[in-house]
């Protein structure tokens, strides 16, 4: 067996221990869905990091930088400044008037079922698209990294479904959160090595890394070869459009971040609003000092391996595998490999809870029953089966796609949905009080339209390819892009809050005027907020 | 209001009583005390971070410019990004104790039945 199976093999170990642990402390609903709110915020805070540090962030953001240099390091630095939205605006409102979902903070006191369905919707659709293109880069990743063991894309991508569905449905929200712990430990402890190693590759002189830094060496498309300043921007981002796509970039990130579902789940997990606060600032420490490392990472990896290697070994994700084995040979590239693995893992289980918790909670119980749980246990059971369907389809739309399908865009198609769609309703919900059912149903749709529209037609889809692009990489539609930024954000996320402010203002409810008052000082006091429950 | 002090379960909290914590003066003065800190820190993350994007797309020759060593003004402005947010981060935590201090005693007085 292949270095890299065997440490695998030993995650996997790990964590169907913990999913058979988890699994007998997770009846009934608060147990199921938020680990009976008994996370501490410290172990919150490592799985919000665990939950948000993608196989995108890990292995897309050092092939970005290893490519493109500065202006890939700009996605590591809106990731974590987005968390001061979470932390001022979100994440203790949220825990103070919410139960599982974020969709029971807008329920309160608008009109639950339109409210909820299309809350629950808006969550189906980014978890669904967001989880389509990690597994699929997963399929491709670990075929590539176990290449040898035999390990085809077809099965690394049922094998990562099956896991992710273990996870969920026996183990729930408790043993994702370990998942998450686990992984987000590894994943520092990896990134630390390897900046450590960078940088001994140096002779621990920041002055020679960053000259190199400034004399990447590689050869352009047409064979001549070129030295690149790494350091300056604008090798991404290039006009007319490219600052415009970059603010576009920013905006969704900062705003979408608040808004996805996955990390709003997790601020349930914890007593209060206090340790929902406390879990944030943990994460923003990890994540920080994570996407500062980036900086290692990609430019060690152009520096040290250089683009025209990696090119010919698997393309930029393999960026920070190939930098492991330069640096410090085959067990070490199975090390960092491992962790890209349990990245990829922990991250499609965080997005089938939430998912699965949304459609039991929002759409089962609340939409079609009405708000009553006709038998105790059934919304567990609905969110159990509805993590297996998700994880089904994922699996079945990953593989007709193929490894080598477009994917990147769906990523910047659930910050985008999640900051134009989710953000607006959760904000206006909570801060203006003449806010409405009609307005939140508006937003929702406007927001996700808008997200959708514009990345159909935007030059992520619709681009003319050249012959020597085939199968499913080529664009979807072959002609100019109509919107010419990559990133809906900067048109989507506007239009949304003018859905939610257009529905709300054509409309009037009174019911929701009334209960303003209770959302305002639950959100704000904690007054009535969902209790920690012990343990089974 | 009831006379007797007795605790009562905070899910039992009738719509009435919403209404006379909201226009209390202690939850006036805990939205206000919120509203001093949040309001400013949202705005100056906002513009400190768009500057960046802007900066970048607009001004690239400018940003291009070497401080020391290769180090430019955008890779220095884009790491200062990082302990911007720290700082805004641990200024709220010291914010946000005096907040849950004030709705401590706002849902102290609830229980006592609104005394």
Same mark, same amino acid.
């Given at each position: 067996?292949?270095?890299?199976?065997?440490?695998?093999?030993?995650?996997?170990?790990?964590? $169907?221990?913990?999913? !058979?642990?988890?699994?007998?402390?997770?009846?009934?609903?608060? +147990?199921?869905?938020?680990?009976?709110?008994?996370?501490?915020?410290?172990?919150?805070?490592?799985?919000?990091?665990?939950?948000?540090?993608?196989?995108?962030?890990?292995?897309?953001?050092?092939?970005?930088?290893? !490519?493109?240099?500065?202006?890939?390091?700009?996605?590591?630095?809106?990731?974590?400044?987005?968390?001061?939205?979470?932390?001022?605006?979100?994440?203790?409102?949220?825990?103070? +008037?919410?139960?599982?979902?974020?969709?029971?903070?807008?329920?309160?006191?608008?009109?639950?079922?339109?409210?909820?369905?299309?809350?629950?919707?808006?969550?189906?659709?980014?978890?669904?698209?967001?989880?389509?293109?990690?597994?699929?880069? +997963?399929?491709?990743?670990?075929?590539?990294?176990?290449?040898?063991?035999?390990?085809?894309?077809?099965?690394?991508?049922?094998?990562?479904?099956?896991?992710?569905?273990?996870?969920?449905? !026996?183990?729930?929200?408790?043993?994702?959160?370990?998942?998450?712990?686990?992984?987000? @430990?590894?994943?520092?402890?990896?990134?630390?090595?390897? *900046?450590?190693?960078?940088?001994?590759?140096?002779?621990?002189?920041?002055?020679?890394?960053?000259?190199?830094?400034?004399?990447?060496?590689?050869?352009?498309?047409?064979?001549?070869?070129?030295?690149?300043?790494?350091?300056?921007?604008?090798?991404?981002?290039?006009?007319?459009?490219?600052?415009?796509?970059?603010? *576009?970039?920013? =905006?969704?990130?900062?705003?979408?971040?608040?808004?996805?579902?996955?990390?709003?789940?997790?601020?349930?997990? #914890?007593?209060?609003?206090?340790?929902?606060?406390?879990?944030?600032?943990?994460? =923003?420490?990890?994540?920080?000092?994570?996407?500062?490392?980036?900086?290692? $990472?990609?430019?060690?990896?152009?520096?040290?391996?250089?683009?025209?290697?990696? &090119?010919?070994?698997?393309?930029?994700?393999?960026?920070?595998?190939? $930098?492991?084995?330069?640096?410090?040979?085959?067990?070490?590239?199975?090390?960092? *490999?491992?962790?890209?693995?349990?990245?990829?893992?922990?991250?499609?289980?965080?997005?089938?809870?939430?998912?699965?918790?949304?459609?039991?909670?929002?759409?089962?119980?609340?939409?079609?029953?009405?708000?009553?749980?006709?038998?105790?246990?059934?919304?567990?059971?609905?969110?159990?089966?509805?993590? /297996?369907?998700?994880?089904?389809?994922? @699996?079945?739309?990953?593989?007709? $796609?193929?490894?080598?399908?477009?994917?990147? /865009?769906?990523?910047?198609?659930?910050?985008?949905?999640?900051?134009?769609?989710?953000?607006?309703?959760?904000?206006? *919900?909570?801060?203006?009080?003449?806010?409405?059912?009609?307005?939140?149903?508006?937003?929702?749709?406007?927001?996700?339209?808008?997200?959708?529209?514009?990345?159909?037609?935007?030059?992520?889809?619709?681009?003319?390819?050249?012959?020597?692009?085939?199968?499913?990489?080529?664009?979807?539609?072959?002609?100019?892009?109509?919107?010419?930024?990559?990133?809906?954000?900067?048109?989507?996320?506007?239009?949304?809050?003018?859905?939610?402010?257009?529905?709300?203002?054509?409309?009037?409810?009174?019911?929701?005027?009334?209960?303003?008052?209770?959302?305002?000082?639950?959100?704000?006091?904690?007054?009535?907020?969902?209790?920690?429950?012990?343990?089974? | 209001?009831?006379?007797?002090?007795?605790?009562?379960?905070?899910?039992?909290?009738?719509?009435?009583?919403?209404?006379?914590?909201?226009?209390?003066?202690?939850?006036?003065?805990?939205?206000?005390?919120?509203?001093?800190? @949040?309001?400013?820190?949202?705005? /100056?993350?906002?513009?400190?971070?768009?500057?960046?994007?802007?900066?970048?797309?607009?001004?690239?020759?400018?940003?291009?410019?070497? #401080?020391?060593?290769?180090?430019?003004?955008?890779?220095?402005?884009?790491?200062?990004?990082? /302990?911007?947010?720290?700082?805004?981060?641990?200024?709220?935590?010291?914010?946000?104790?005096?907040?849950?201090?004030?709705? &401590?005693?706002?849902?102290?007085?609830?229980?006592?039945?609104? &005394?």
């Amino acid at each position: 067996m292949s270095t890299p199976l065997v440490m695998f093999l030993l995650f996997i170990a790990v964590t $169907l221990g913990i999913t !058979f642990w988890a699994s007998k402390r997770s009846a009934g609903s608060s +147990a199921y869905f938020a680990a009976g709110r008994q996370i501490k915020g410290w172990q919150n805070g490592i799985a919000v990091a665990g939950d948000y540090m993608s196989a995108a962030s890990f292995l897309g953001i050092a092939g970005i930088i290893a !490519f493109q240099g500065y202006d890939g390091f700009l996605f590591s630095v809106g990731w974590l400044v987005a968390y001061l939205t979470v932390l001022l605006v979100v994440a203790e409102p949220l825990r103070n +008037a919410g139960k599982y979902t974020m969709a029971d903070v807008l329920a309160y006191r608008l009109k639950a079922r339109p409210v909820r369905a299309m809350a629950s919707l808006s969550t189906l659709v980014v978890s669904t698209f967001y989880m389509i293109a990690q597994m699929v880069g +997963a399929g491709a990743l670990v075929a590539l990294l176990l290449k040898g063991s035999g390990i085809s894309f077809h099965t690394a991508v049922i094998g990562v479904g099956i896991l992710m569905i273990v996870y969920v449905v !026996f183990g729930g929200m408790l043993a994702t959160t370990w998942v998450q712990i686990i992984k987000a @430990i590894l994943l520092m402890g990896g990134t630390l090595l390897l *900046s450590i190693l960078v940088m001994a590759h140096f002779g621990f002189h920041l002055s020679a890394f960053f000259n190199a830094i400034a004399n990447v060496t590689y050869h352009d498309a047409k064979g001549a070869v070129v030295i690149k300043d790494f350091l300056t921007p604008g090798l991404r981002y290039k006009p007319p459009y490219g600052p415009l796509d970059l603010i *576009s970039l920013g =905006m969704a990130l900062i705003f979408g971040t608040a808004g996805l579902p996955h990390i709003l789940v997790r601020f349930y997990t #914890v007593p209060d609003a206090k340790t929902a606060r406390i879990s944030v600032v943990w994460a =923003m420490v990890l994540i920080g000092s994570f996407y500062i490392m980036t900086t290692f $990472l990609g430019f060690g990896a152009a520096t040290i391996v250089g683009p025209d290697f990696i &090119k010919t070994h698997g393309g930029t994700n393999m960026s920070a595998p190939l $930098l492991a084995q330069a640096l410090a040979g085959d067990i070490f590239f199975a090390f960092i *490999s491992a962790i890209a693995f349990a990245t990829i893992l922990a991250v499609v289980a965080g997005l089938t809870i939430s998912a699965s918790t949304s459609f039991a909670h929002d759409f089962w119980t609340n939409v079609i029953h009405r708000g009553v749980e006709r038998k105790a246990g059934e919304e567990v059971l609905v969110a159990r089966i509805a993590a /297996f369907v998700v994880g089904a389809v994922s @699996i079945t739309i990953a593989i007709l $796609l193929g490894p080598t399908a477009n994917v990147a /865009f769906l990523v910047a198609l659930a910050f985008a949905v999640a900051a134009s769609a989710n953000l607006p309703v959760i904000v206006l *919900s909570i801060f203006w009080k003449r806010f409405n059912t009609a307005g939140a149903v508006g937003g929702l749709l406007v927001g996700l339209l808008a997200s959708i529209g514009l990345i159909l037609i935007s030059p992520s889809l619709m681009a003319v390819d050249p012959p020597t692009v085939v199968g499913a990489a080529r664009h979807l539609f072959q002609r100019p892009a109509i919107f010419p930024l990559e990133n809906p954000g900067i048109l989507s996320i506007p239009l949304g809050f003018i859905g939610a402010i257009v529905g709300t203002l054509l409309s009037h409810e009174p019911q929701a005027l009334d209960k303003y008052n209770e959302l305002l000082v639950r959100s704000n006091t904690g007054l009535g907020s969902e209790k920690a429950v012990a343990a089974h | 209001m009831n006379a007797m002090p007795q605790p009562i379960k905070p899910e039992a909290v009738s719509g009435t009583e919403w209404d006379r914590i909201a226009e209390s003066a202690e939850f006036k003065d805990l939205m206000a005390t919120k509203k001093v800190f @949040i309001v400013p820190a949202f705005i /100056f993350f906002i513009v400190y971070y768009f500057a960046l994007p802007v900066l970048v797309g607009y001004a690239p020759q400018f940003m291009a410019t070497k #401080v020391f060593w290769n180090v430019n003004l955008a890779y220095l402005f884009a790491l200062s990004q990082f /302990f911007m947010a720290w700082g805004i981060a641990f200024l709220y935590v010291k914010a946000a104790g005096g907040f849950d201090k004030l709705a &401590k005693d706002i849902i102290e007085k609830s229980a006592r039945g609104g &005394k």
